[in-house]
């Protein structure tokens, strides 16, 4: 999970103190009502009307999304079946095409956060194959499911009110915001309290398409990595000094363990 923006903090203080907000449940009843409390919660917070109707007007309760919070397990289990199901021939051949294809954008990423060119392409291959399975799940239905749901709802109500600041701050449209089942977004599958402190764009400005544009993309991870911690002309490999802002990005050490064997694989001649 990215790290909560100030904004999202403050958004969660305030949803604590609400409380019929801060209702929960695990299944469709009685999500409408919390709903309807939880737009007044935003709407007090500084999320004009409009954006509020335009996002969570047509948000639903998904079961679905709760099946795959309650049932994660693939991160548990054996790194090296782990990294050979997703370190595959076609993916790094495939990844050596973006790192040609994106030669430019990377070098000027890397000049700019010391991030090299096959890190970034490894966690964007891992992420969402290079930018072709961004996700299907509207994000806002996916957050208000999982800010409803007991086990973790502070944390979602706080992504949640980002995501409408997402849509507030024109990045976004309500329509252009599906992507993974826990609320992730983009090539690289930021979630909206990381999109809003690390979006940015190929060229240094503040914003960026996360979905559209995968320089941009590339970019932001690189600034989130910068920003806890990475080591300009360091290694990433378990025990070097870059891991420990790789599990910044992913705190399972079998996915931040199979980055930086993609990474290796990719920055092979």
């Not at 923006?5 to 695990?26: E, T």
């Amino acid at each position: 999970m990215r790290a909560l923006s100030v904004a999202a903090l403050a958004a969660l203080a305030f949803g604590i103190g609400s409380a019929r907000a801060a209702q929960c449940g695990d299944s469709p009843e009685g999500f409408k009502a919390w709903l309807e409390d939880f737009k007044q919660v935003a709407i007090n917070d500084g999320v004009s009307p409009d954006v509020v109707d335009s996002a969570l007007t047509n948000a639903n309760f998904d079961p679905s999304v709760l099946a795959h919070d309650h049932g994660q397990a693939a991160l548990q289990g054996n790194y090296a079946a782990f990294a050979a199901r997703h370190i595959t021939p076609a993916r790094i051949k495939r990844g050596k095409t973006m790192l040609v294809a994106y030669a430019e954008p990377l070098d000027r990423i890397e000049q700019r956060y010391g991030v090299p060119g096959p890190v970034l392409v490894a966690i964007w291959g891992l992420e969402t194959d290079f930018g072709s399975g961004l996700g299907s799940y509207p994000t806002f239905s996916a957050l208000a499911t999982l800010a409803y749901d007991c086990r973790r709802g502070n944390l979602y109500r706080a992504e949640l009110i980002d995501a409408l600041m997402i849509v507030q701050r024109g990045l976004l449209t309500p329509s252009q915001m599906r992507g993974a089942w826990a609320g992730e977004l983009g090539q690289t599958q930021f979630m909206p309290s990381a999109y809003l402190k690390y979006g940015v764009s190929s060229n240094g400005g503040r914003g960026g398409n996360l979905i559209g544009n995968s320089a941009d993309a590339l970019a932001s991870t690189a600034n989130f990595l910068q920003a806890h911690g990475w080591q300009r002309g360091a290694k990433w490999d378990e025990g070097q000094p870059n891991f420990a802002a790789i599990l910044e990005w992913n705190n399972a050490p079998i996915y931040a363990k199979t980055i930086g064997e993609f990474a290796d694989r990719l920055a092979e001649p």
